[in-house]
Nanobody, 128 residues
Framework: QVQLVESGGGLVEPGGSLRLSCTVS????????SAWFRQAPGKQRDGVSC????????YYADSVKGRFTISRDNAKNTVYLQMNSLDTEDTAVYYC?????????????????????WGQGTQVTVSS
């Protein structure tokens, strides 16, 4: 069974940085799209970034462009989200996810309904 395990969340002050990790077991990421979503209290689960492992296409939400970077280590079967210049509005539970039959596109927002495998979520709190 495919399992996604996240780590790296925590409390950070505005302007700080965190790196989230998502390690996948039970499957290789080849042929999948991996993504990061986030959900703040009372809000929808919104896509943050997406990476197509088949062709390397990447999507970033406008709100994180220039600040967040998605990357992967195929040998470790791990996807990362480097978050810099964090703002209080970045506070949310962050989820990693996998989808098959899906390809990320640069300017196309991603939907949670396209992703069938999810991590447990990791809390990111940006506060002074």
């Amino acid at each position: 069974q495919v399992q996604l395990v996240e780590s790296g969340g925590g409390l950070v002050e505005p302007g700080g940085s965190l790196r989230l990790s998502c390690t996948v077991s039970g499957s290789t990421m080849d042929g999948y799209a991996s993504a990061w979503f986030r959900q703040a209290p009372g809000k929808q689960r919104d896509g943050v970034s997406c990476f197509s492992h088949s062709d390397g296409s990447i999507y970033y939400a406008d709100s994180v462009k220039g600040r967040f970077t998605i990357s992967r280590d195929n040998a470790k079967n791990t996807v990362y989200l480097q978050m810099n210049s964090l703002d209080t509005e970045d506070t949310a539970v962050y989820y990693c996810a996998l989808a098959n039959m899906f390809w990320c596109e640069d300017n196309s927002p991603i939907s949670k309904y396209d992703f069938g495998y999810w991590g447990q979520g990791t809390q990111v709190t940006v506060s002074s």
